[in-house]
């Protein structure tokens, strides 16, 4: 069991406009943690991870991350409190370059330039090949070198809570296992993870806890081991 809880979601009830997506969510990640939660497509995941983040509203419901309630909060306030959002396709920047993309990560502070180096430090100790990507145009990179640039981003705000949506979409078997790993390297610096996951097999291995999502809500939870 974790010594502190990260997130706590409570009774949480969401959608858009008048199509309800979320019903009576409860969902707890600690501290260190990854909890993955798994579906099939238009289970409500990202939905979730979108309203978590301050994306979508909340119409009902909890949200405490460290402490704090955030339910409704604003996106950039949200990301400083601590906690970053990796959303579904990556979405980095592709005529801009690597070094533009991280930088667009750290852009709710105004970061002295020796932070920088050091946030940057951060994220090339998860993802060397980055560092020797620079001054690439992010376009011009494979979808796993996208994919670690879109982390990497998320990795620069200095979350204490990432989350993750379908990192391994599209991805060769061996970059999947690359991804995960670092996911797991991530979570063993204290970083707590919630990670929407299709590859269920893989999510389930990495992580300590798990969430089964259908039709906006969960239908089960449990350790992920006893899940498998």
């Given at each position: 069991m974790w010594h502190q809880l990260m997130l706590k979601i409570e009774n949480l009830f969401a959608g858009y406009g008048r199509v309800q997506v979320l019903k009576d969510i409860n969902i707890e990640v600690g501290k260190g943690e990854i909890v993955c939660l798994v579906g099939a497509n238009g289970a409500g995941k990202s939905t979730l991870l979108k309203?978590?983040?301050g994306i979508v509203a909340t119409a009902q419901g909890r949200i405490t991350f460290h402490d704090?309630?955030?339910a409704n909060h604003k996106p950039d306030q949200i990301v400083r409190m601590g906690l970053s959002h990796v959303p579904e396709g990556r979405q980095i920047f592709g005529d801009?370059?690597?070094r533009q993309n991280l930088m667009r990560g750290s852009y709710v502070?105004?970061?002295k330039k020796e932070e920088m180096e050091r946030l940057f430090n951060f994220v090339f100790d998860f993802f060397p090949i980055l560092k020797t990507r620079l001054t690439q145009k992010a376009g011009t990179m494979s979808g796993g070198e996208q994919q670690m640039l879109a982390i990497g981003r998320g990795l620069m705000s200095q979350p204490k809570l990432l989350l993750l949506d379908e990192p391994s979409l599209g991805l060769a078997?061996?970059?999947v296992e690359t991804i995960l790993k670092v996911i797991q390297n991530l979570c063993s610096t204290g970083i707590s993870i919630l990670l929407v996951?299709?590859?269920v097999?893989?999510?389930l291995q990495i992580s300590d806890r798990a969430y089964v999502m259908e039709t906006g809500s969960i239908v089960t939870h449990g350790k992920a081991r006893e899940l498998m």
């Open positions: 309203v978590i983040s704090q309630e955030i801009l370059t690597v502070d105004k970061v078997p061996l970059m996951e299709q590859n097999n893989a999510a």
